[in-house]
């Protein structure tokens, strides 16, 4: 019974380990690569133009310039996990050198810029809520009578260190988890349907540029709370982590940090599509220098008929001159 238990066991782990790897190469070869380079040439721009003064009179574009660099991070992150991947698909033992070197200091700054981003972001929409607050005092409540609801079997050597599995470690991540995703989850639902309540009663901003920011800034808040609240969830709940957890497990760990990574990558596409001072902006920056014409002035049309005359004078008395020589 002992030998057939172990023989399940094993082809358990064998079908997990390569659900792992069609996994992992699906998304650290293919996906992550496709999303980070385009989403790194955004936030980039993004950076270029909310340091441009068009940009700076916004108050909500300097929160959203400090999350762009922390988008970028992110994704340069992602990046060279994929680019280890790349290494490792050609020399296995050196790209798994790599990776257990760059893995303790890529976590570290994966987990510090998520944070960041998320803090980030609640600050920015509670900046805005504050903004459109006062509009709010201008028409009189009527009270609604209803609420709106609106590694255990791989071969990694890398194992968790006797702090690792103790319990303040696991009660240092539950407080490290509510306070990267949870609860800035729950404060940007919140947050999220106040600015959108008191953006449907400011219809004579309809149209304008802090209107647009902030739609922009609502998308960005639901795309945030969609992609970080399952990874959350998994770190919380399920206590999961990813190098010393079993394949199965760290599949699915592979598919929610691709959403997380893919959140750093789509806000240059939503600043471009809602905002027309950013979009004007980036055309700025590929638009190529021509020459600058001044306006015409009654003095400059005087003096080009006097240089006219003084030509057509030149050009009468150019052959008197001549017949004068032949003489």
């Known amino acids: 019974m002992s030998t057939e238990t172990n023989q399940t066991?094993?082809?358990?782990?064998?079908?997990?380990?390569?659900?792992?790897?069609?996994?992992?190469?699906?998304?650290?070869?293919?996906?992550?690569?496709?999303?980070?380079?385009?989403?790194?040439?955004?936030?980039?721009?993004?950076?270029?133009?909310?340091?441009?003064?068009?940009?700076?009179?916004?108050?909500?574009t300097q929160f959203l310039l400090f999350l762009a660099i922390l988008d970028t991070i992110k994704l340069s992150n992602d990046l060279l996990y994929s680019i280890v991947l790349i290494i490792q698909a050609f020399d296995q033992e050196f790209g798994k050198k790599l990776f257990l070197i760059l893995y303790r200091y890529c976590h570290y700054i994966n987990t510090v810029s998520t944070l960041c981003a998320a803090w980030l972001t609640l600050f920015v929409a509670i900046e805005s809520l504050f903004l459109g607050l006062p509009v709010s005092f201008r028409y009189e409540i009527v009270p609604f009578s209803t609420i709106n609801q609106t590694l255990n079997d791989s071969d990694s050597p890398i194992r968790v260190s006797k702090f690792g599995s103790s319990r303040f470690f696991r009660v240092y991540s539950i407080v490290m988890d509510i306070i990267r995703a949870i609860i800035p989850s729950f404060l940007l639902f919140y947050l999220n349907t106040r600015i959108v309540y008191l953006l449907c009663r400011m219809k004579s901003s309809a149209g304008t540029a802090?209107?647009?920011?902030?739609?922009?800034?609502?998308?960005?808040?639901?795309?945030?709370?969609?992609?970080?609240?399952?990874d959350a969830l998994l770190s919380l709940v399920l206590n999961m982590g990813y190098i010393d957890e079993s394949y199965q497990k760290r599949a699915i760990r592979e598919i929610s940090d691709f959403f997380i990574t893919l959140n750093s990558a789509i806000n240059f596409l939503v600043?471009?599509?809602?905002?027309?001072?950013?979009?004007?902006?980036?055309?700025?920056?590929?638009?190529?220098?021509?020459?600058?014409?001044?306006?015409?002035?009654?003095?400059?049309?005087?003096?080009?008929?006097?240089?006219?005359?003084?030509?057509?004078?030149?050009?009468?008395?150019?052959?008197?001159?001549?017949?004068?020589?032949?003489?």
Do not use: H, W
């Open 9 to 60: 066991k094993m082809v358990i782990a064998n079908k997990d380990k390569e659900l792992f790897e069609a996994v992992q190469l699906i998304f650290g070869l293919y996906l992550i690569p496709i999303v980070c380079i385009p989403g790194l040439i955004g936030n980039i721009l993004c950076i270029i133009v909310f340091i441009t003064t068009s940009m700076q009179r916004f108050l909500t």
């Open 210 to 230: 802090f209107y647009r920011l902030t739609i922009s800034l609502i998308i960005i808040i639901g795309c945030f709370i969609c992609c970080y609240f399952p």
């Open 271 to 327: 600043y471009f599509s809602i905002s027309y001072t950013f979009r004007r902006s980036i055309l700025r920056l590929f638009e190529r220098k021509t020459k600058s014409y001044y306006p015409t002035t009654y003095a400059d049309i005087i003096q080009r008929q006097r240089q006219q005359q003084q030509q057509q004078q030149q050009e009468q008395q150019e052959p008197l001159n001549n017949m004068g020589n032949m003489v």
